[in-house]
């Protein structure tokens, strides 16, 4: 398998007590969405912004117990070491780490498919759609294929929050399993970059481990 070039990445966790989450307000996926994006420096312009350009940004919330939460960080440039509330730690991935072939998955994604008649966005509601969706859309948009046989439909939930006055709601899907690289470039691309859509409020973050 040819190699393709990996741009620098960086890889980490964000880890907050119960009074940082408190002084930082954090109260829904919009709060957290604030708190993540605070911990870089703001590359694009608001042109950008209205192009919906990647921001270069992708957070997974990991939750936690009593005291912590845990965020998982992935971004193309270093977070700020030493935020005013919670613990950063990040480092850098080796690029062989996007050079295998098979890696087990983690990933929470916001599934939703464009209606033929009406051009509508709508949500993938179902366990087996759901299943049925991803494996159809790892093909022939992610660069990989995943086993159906250890495919796991972990969780599905809803995830709401208000934002400038309307109510935002997105459908949450949890899925793991194994995957098998058929496109490297298309596959680090959406390592890089996240799956689907939602990605600004923590869907989308591939979590993977390669396999032998």
């Not at 006055?165 to 690289?181: C, P, Q, R």
């Not at 923590?202 to 993977?208: D, V």
């Amino acid at each position: 398998m040819t190699q393709a070039v990996v741009k620098p990445l960086y890889a980490g966790v964000l880890k907050l007590s119960r009074s940082d989450i408190k002084a930082l307000k954090i109260t829904d996926a919009y709060s957290l969405h604030r708190v993540v994006y605070d911990l870089f420096s703001d590359i694009r312009n608001e042109q950008q912004k209205l192009a919906s350009t990647s921001s270069g940004i992708l957070y997974a919330d990991k939750g936690g117990d009593f005291k912590h939460r845990l965020i998982l960080l992935l971004a193309d440039r270093s977070p700020n070491p030493n935020p005013a509330y919670g613990e950063v730690n990040i480092r850098e991935i080796p690029p062989q780490f996007l050079q295998h072939s098979r890696y087990a998955f983690t990933v929470t994604v916001n599934p939703t498919k464009r209606n033929q008649q009406t051009g509508k966005i709508m949500a993938v509601r179902t366990r087996e759609a759901v299943h049925d969706w991803f494996i159809e859309r790892s093909v022939k948009s992610w660069g990989f294929k995943v086993n159906p046989v250890n495919l796991q439909v972990e969780k599905l939930s809803v995830q709401t929050f208000e934002k400038d006055g309307n109510t935002i709601t997105h459908g949450s899907a949890s899925l793991k399993g194994e995957l098998f690289v058929t496109d490297q470039e298309q596959f680090i691309q959406s390592f890089q970059q996240g799956i689907g859509r939602g990605r600004a409020f923590g869907f989308g973050l591939l979590q993977i481990v390669p396999l032998n």
